[in-house]
């Protein structure tokens, strides 16, 4: 890509970035500083390391392979609840663990649907637990993620080449020649990677579903480490190598993107005329209706249980509830304000280093946090504060994939116009970015207040009475065998998780 | 992010100002919840102390015993109250810990002389499933019979540490060969208690490894008496919780009296039905009615905290050895 003079915000995102890289590598140095250096990974560190690295590639082939039929059907039909499927590809990645899993295993489990339904037909029931389990959580989790990635990489195709096409009368092999299969090549190693390098990082789900022992990754070498052995050497030495795969992964997958050729379009909403009909049409529906099952089953179950314990909702409730929006909106806010600066800034580099948040588990950066707030201050004073800076690292990542390839696409169409014209700064910002990338600062706003509202992470290092958000009070209720109570908590969990996420992301608009 | 710091100043502000010394107690997370312990403990000592006790939950046990060796001679913790026998010996090794000074009658049915740690409550592990079906009564039979086990990963639960532990002491050099025995029951493996109970309540196993006192749970709270605990032939393996008093606290006598209100009948009375545990000091009243419907092991196993600090790392070799395969 030729760098042109950076119109907006060019040195804005290089401090930005060093910010960010600053954040990252200060808690590694501190928790190697305090374990006077790190310690060689063993025999099992690598078993953990084989194991994180092919549930996560499986994973990550798994949801983008099954995400192209569902993005291409919802790109080229236009039905009415479209726009409200769309938003709904948003909410199983939100979910926090333990509410997803509960809702797969009313669906998969042993008294799920899926195996009543077999039993029916008078087969075996399937057991959800092993490698297939963990991988099919992840594809529930991630699949709308690269949905979502797909959809945008659709729509971002002028409508102006579909109609040629349509004109051409080109048959629909040739149409995915032509104009989608350069465009599956420029969105799928990033959507590839990004799903690849949220599954290094499972520990719930790889644990739960893995069936024991096997499923063992490096995030739950890393929890031991912190948590039983507080052997802080071994700790750093696997966020190192974490981070190292996660890098690497980054790194691979920006080399293979290729450049989006479609050219530019006029800034129309798509008309898709061209779309293939007759038997065509059904099997878009029969894609799409697959998809709304797969997605809305476990989320129904989520809310037909949690609907029976709404009326034991606990002391304390609200204050929790409270205090995740208060994190979950600042969490949005900063992270797509963040996004925006780093993706200004228009060089890979900086790209890349937006990427690293998602290498460093959110044990390890709460942990080096501790450590170096420790001796200025209580760190439960900073609880929230932390939880917050936490939550807008891991969410960086999420939101420069959906905001940075928008700004891109913005520059390149409109930026020399916008150049002639001298649209500089805030200017640029308010008349040339800002209208034309709403939609993707609203779904990367959203995503990151939802995935904020779900996090239970660091809040459990600092916590203190008057700070605990909703997961934790959720962990809680369990603790103390209140599982309807934890259910009903469960349930406001996920219409507010995915209420904000909602409310972010019809706010940006059309997509 | 600013006027969260504010409130934070705020508030140390207001506690600054307050007469009353506060007494800052770290504990696990369930503790301090309104179905918890916390409460009624809190209400009942604030009523003779003078001062101001703050629960301050902080994960599990485990991660209790994290947060204070984080925090080192900075902690604002007088009290950590939630650490289990599992985790003693690291306790103990990390030099935050004075000795505690108090003394009482205990009911346990075993010695304890820890000059560190208090014991306030204390249980057996067992196997929980539904009443009315024939169960196992040894390890050896439940690996050799279908029934389906949820358990705790031991690297990052203290029941799954437990279990660990008891499979150990109950059969020593054999432990292996019984992980492996009973590696085709497991069904799954959790990071820690709620997700294995959760899925046994889910229906996804036959049994889940919890405590002999989770029926009672069920039979008092919620008036079901439909699930049983396993009564197995090798005795069980009891997790005793303690708590103690660190080095660094400015409050020494005051969370000496806490250590000692504790121990006292009031606030053992509460532990049975919030905490779901024995009392380790018995009650003027006694047990509450249902607890007489529980199993009574006869063989109480554990392991001293130097056993079990020297036992955990091959134990833990075995138990993922014989489950990877």
Same mark, same amino acid.
């Given at each position: 890509?030729?760098?042109?003079?950076?119109?907006?915000?060019?040195?804005?995102?290089?401090?930005?970035?060093?910010?960010?890289?600053?954040?990252?590598?200060?808690?590694?140095?501190?928790?190697?500083?305090?374990?006077?250096?790190?310690?060689?990974?063993?025999?099992?560190?690598?078993?953990?390391?084989?194991?994180?690295?092919?549930?996560?590639?499986?994973?990550?082939?798994?949801?983008?392979?099954?995400?192209?039929?569902?993005?291409?059907?919802?790109?080229?039909?236009?039905?009415?609840?479209?726009?409200?499927?769309?938003?709904?590809?948003?909410?199983?990645?939100? =979910?926090?663990?333990?509410?997803?899993?509960?809702?797969?295993?009313?669906?998969?489990?042993?008294?799920?649907?899926?195996?009543?339904?077999?039993?029916?037909?008078?087969?075996?029931?399937?057991?959800?637990? !092993?490698?297939?389990?963990?991988?099919?959580?992840?594809?529930?989790?991630?699949?709308?993620?690269?949905?979502?990635?797909?959809?945008?990489?659709?729509?971002?195709?002028?409508?102006?080449?579909?109609?040629?096409?349509?004109?051409?009368? =080109?048959?629909?092999?040739?149409?995915?020649?032509? =104009?989608?299969?350069?465009?599956?090549?420029?969105?799928?190693?990033?959507?590839?990677?990004?799903?690849?390098?949220?599954?290094?990082?499972?520990?719930?789900?790889?644990?739960?579903?893995?069936?024991?022992?096997?499923?063992?990754?490096?995030?739950?070498?890393?929890?031991?480490?912190?948590?039983?052995?507080?052997?802080?050497?071994?700790?750093?030495?696997?966020?190192?190598?974490?981070?190292?795969?996660?890098?690497?992964?980054?790194?691979?997958?920006?080399?293979? @993107?290729?450049?989006?050729?479609?050219?530019?379009?006029?800034?129309?909403?798509?008309?898709?005329?061209?779309?293939?009909?007759?038997?065509?049409?059904?099997?878009?529906?029969?894609?799409?209706?697959?998809?709304?099952?797969?997605?809305?089953?476990?989320?129904?179950?989520?809310?037909?249980?949690?609907?029976?314990?709404?009326?034991?909702?606990?002391?304390?409730?609200?204050?929790?509830?409270?205090?995740?929006?208060?994190?979950?909106?600042?969490?949005?806010?900063?992270?797509?304000?963040?996004?925006?600066?780093?993706?200004?800034?228009?060089?890979?580099?900086?790209?890349?280093?937006?990427?690293?948040?998602?290498?460093?588990?959110?044990?390890?950066?709460?942990?080096?946090?501790?450590?170096?707030?420790?001796?200025?201050?209580?760190?439960?004073?900073?609880?929230?504060?932390?939880?917050?800076?936490?939550?807008?690292?891991?969410?960086?990542?999420?939101?420069?994939?959906?905001?940075?390839?928008?700004?891109?696409?913005?520059?390149?169409?409109?930026?020399?116009?916008?150049?002639?014209?001298?649209?500089?700064?805030?200017?640029?910002?308010?008349?040339?970015?800002?209208?034309?990338?709403?939609?993707?600062?609203?779904?990367?706003?959203?995503?990151?207040?939802?995935?904020?509202?779900?996090?239970?992470?660091?809040? @459990?290092?600092?916590?203190?009475?008057?700070?605990?958000?909703?997961?934790?009070?959720?962990?809680?209720?369990?603790?103390?065998?209140?599982?309807?109570?934890?259910?009903?908590?469960?349930?406001?969990?996920?219409?507010?998780?995915? !209420?904000?996420?909602?409310?972010?992301?019809?706010?940006?608009?059309?997509? | 992010?600013?006027?969260?710091?504010?409130?934070?100043?705020?508030?140390?502000?207001?506690?600054?100002?307050?007469?009353?010394?506060?007494?800052?107690?770290?504990?696990?997370?369930?503790?301090?919840?309104?179905?918890?312990?916390?409460?009624?403990?809190?209400?009942?000592?604030?009523?003779?102390?003078?001062?101001?006790?703050?629960?301050?939950?902080?994960?599990?046990?485990?991660?209790?015993?994290?947060?204070?060796?984080?925090?080192?001679?900075?902690?604002?913790?007088?009290?950590?109250?939630?650490?289990?026998?599992?985790?003693?010996?690291?306790?103990?090794?990390?030099?935050?810990?004075?000795? *505690?000074?108090?003394?009482?009658?205990?009911?346990?049915?075993?010695?304890?002389?820890?000059?560190?740690?208090?014991?306030?409550?204390?249980?057996?592990?067992?196997?929980?499933?539904?009443?009315?079906?024939? *169960?196992?009564?040894?390890?050896?039979?439940?690996?050799?019979?279908?029934?389906?086990?949820?358990?705790?990963?031991?690297?990052?639960?203290?029941?799954?540490?437990?279990?660990?532990?008891?499979?150990?002491?109950?059969?020593?050099?054999?432990?292996?060969?019984?992980?492996?025995?009973?590696?085709?029951?497991?069904?799954?493996?959790?990071?820690?208690?709620?997700?294995?109970?959760?899925?046994?309540? &889910?229906?996804?196993?036959?049994?889940?490894?919890?405590?002999?006192?989770?029926?009672?749970? *069920?039979?008092?709270?919620? &008036?079901?008496?439909?699930?049983?605990?396993?009564?197995?032939?090798?005795? *069980?393996?009891?997790?005793?919780?303690?708590?103690?008093?660190?080095?660094?606290?400015?409050?020494?006598?005051?969370?000496?009296?806490?250590?000692?209100?504790?121990?006292?009948?009031?606030?053992?009375?509460?532990?049975?039905?919030?905490?779901?545990?024995?009392?380790?000091?018995?009650? &003027?009243?006694?047990?509450?009615?249902?607890?007489?419907?529980?199993?009574?092991?006869?063989?109480?196993?554990?392991?001293?905290?130097?056993?079990?600090?020297?036992?955990?790392?091959?134990?833990?070799? &075995?138990?993922?050895?014989?489950?990877?395969?």
């Amino acid at each position: 890509m030729a760098r042109r003079p950076v119109a907006i915000g060019g040195r804005l995102g290089v401090g930005a970035a060093l910010t960010v890289a600053l954040c990252l590598l200060a808690p590694l140095a501190a928790i190697l500083w305090r374990a006077g250096g790190g310690v060689a990974p063993g025999a099992a560190d690598w078993a953990a390391l084989r194991f994180t690295l092919l549930q996560s590639a499986l994973s990550a082939l798994v949801s983008v392979v099954l995400a192209v039929p569902v993005a291409r059907a919802l790109a080229r039909r236009r039905f009415a609840g479209r726009r409200a499927l769309i938003v709904l590809t948003g909410a199983p990645f939100i =979910l926090p663990v333990v509410v997803a899993v509960t809702g797969l295993l009313t669906v998969f489990g042993r008294q799920g649907v899926v195996n009543d339904l077999l039993g029916l037909a008078g087969l075996d029931p399937v057991r959800i637990y !092993g490698l297939h389990g963990v991988v099919l959580a992840h594809v529930f989790f991630n699949m709308p993620l690269a949905v979502r990635m797909l959809l945008q990489g659709w729509q971002a195709i002028p409508a102006e080449r579909f109609r040629l096409a349509a004109q051409l009368d =080109l048959p629909p092999c040739q149409v995915f020649r032509l =104009l989608e299969w350069p465009m599956l090549r420029a969105v799928v190693p990033g959507a590839l990677a990004a799903i690849f390098a949220i599954c290094l990082g499972s520990f719930a789900v790889a644990l739960i579903l893995g069936g024991g022992p096997r499923a063992t990754t490096v995030e739950l070498a890393i929890y031991q480490a912190f948590r039983f052995d507080f052997d802080l050497g071994r700790a750093a030495m696997l966020a190192l190598v974490q981070f190292a795969i996660v890098a690497t992964a980054a790194l691979v997958a920006l080399r293979v @993107t290729v450049a989006d050729g479609s050219g530019t379009g006029l800034d129309r909403a798509v008309m898709r005329r061209d779309a293939p009909g007759g038997a065509w049409r059904l099997l878009d529906a029969a894609v799409l209706s697959v998809a709304v099952v797969f997605l809305s089953g476990p989320l129904l179950a989520v809310g037909w249980r949690g609907v029976g314990g709404l009326d034991r909702m606990p002391d304390g409730l609200w204050q929790a509830a409270g205090n995740s929006l208060v994190v979950a909106v600042l969490s949005a806010l900063l992270a797509a304000g963040l996004a925006l600066t780093l993706a200004a800034a228009r060089r890979r580099w900086v790209e890349v280093l937006g990427l690293m948040p998602l290498a460093l588990s959110a044990l390890v950066l709460g942990t080096g946090y501790f450590l170096i707030a420790n001796p200025l201050i209580a760190p439960s004073r900073l609880a929230l504060a932390m939880t917050t800076l936490v939550n807008v690292l891991m969410a960086l990542p999420f939101c420069l994939r959906v905001i940075a390839p928008a700004l891109d696409r913005v520059e390149r169409d409109h930026g020399p116009l916008a150049d002639q014209l001298g649209l500089r700064g805030l200017a640029r910002l308010r008349w040339l970015l800002l209208p034309r990338m709403r939609p993707a600062l609203g779904y990367g706003a959203g995503l990151a207040g939802a995935l904020s509202m779900g996090d239970l992470g660091v809040i @459990t290092l600092f916590a203190d009475p008057e700070r605990a958000t909703l997961p934790l009070f959720m962990y809680r209720l369990m603790g103390a065998y209140q599982m309807e109570a934890a259910a009903g908590v469960g349930l406001l969990l996920l219409c507010l998780s995915f !209420g904000l996420f909602a409310l972010f992301d019809l706010g940006g608009g059309r997509a | 992010m600013k006027h969260l710091i504010c409130a934070a100043g705020c508030l140390a502000a207001s506690q600054a100002l307050a007469a009353d010394p506060v007494l800052t107690v770290y504990t696990y997370d369930s503790f301090n919840t309104e179905w918890g312990p916390g409460p009624a403990i809190e209400q009942g000592f604030e009523a003779s102390c003078g001062c101001d006790v703050e629960f301050v939950a902080a994960g599990d046990g485990a991660a209790l015993l994290s947060r204070v060796r984080l925090e080192g001679p900075r902690s604002e913790a007088d009290v950590v109250l939630g650490l289990d026998t599992a985790l003693i010996g690291a306790a103990a090794e990390t030099g935050l810990f004075a000795d *505690h000074g108090v003394s009482a009658e205990y009911d346990l049915p075993i010695a304890w002389d820890d000059s560190r740690f208090v014991p306030f409550d204390w249980g057996y592990f067992a196997f929980v499933g539904q009443a009315g079906a024939d *169960h196992p009564t040894s390890f050896e039979a439940l690996a050799e019979s279908d029934r389906s086990i949820v358990i705790q990963d031991p690297r990052s639960s203290t029941p799954g540490l437990g279990l660990l532990m008891w499979v150990k002491s109950a059969y020593g050099d054999r432990a292996g060969e019984i992980w492996e025995a009973l590696a085709d029951n497991v069904v799954t493996v959790t990071p820690g208690w709620s997700e294995a109970y959760g899925l046994f309540l &889910e229906g996804e196993a036959d049994l889940v490894l919890s405590y002999t006192t989770s029926p009672a749970y *069920h039979l008092i709270a919620e &008036e079901d008496d439909s699930k049983v605990a396993l009564p197995f032939d090798e005795g *069980h393996y009891m997790q005793v919780e303690v708590a103690g008093i660190l080095e660094s606290s400015d409050q020494k006598t005051l969370a000496q009296d806490f250590l000692t209100y504790l121990l006292g009948s009031d606030a053992q009375a509460v532990l049975p039905t919030t905490n779901w545990m024995y009392p380790a000091v018995l009650p &003027e009243g006694g047990l509450p009615a249902g607890f007489e419907t529980l199993i009574q092991p006869e063989t109480p196993l554990l392991m001293s905290a130097e056993e079990a600090q020297a036992a955990r790392d091959a134990a833990l070799d &075995e138990w993922r050895g014989a489950l990877s395969q």
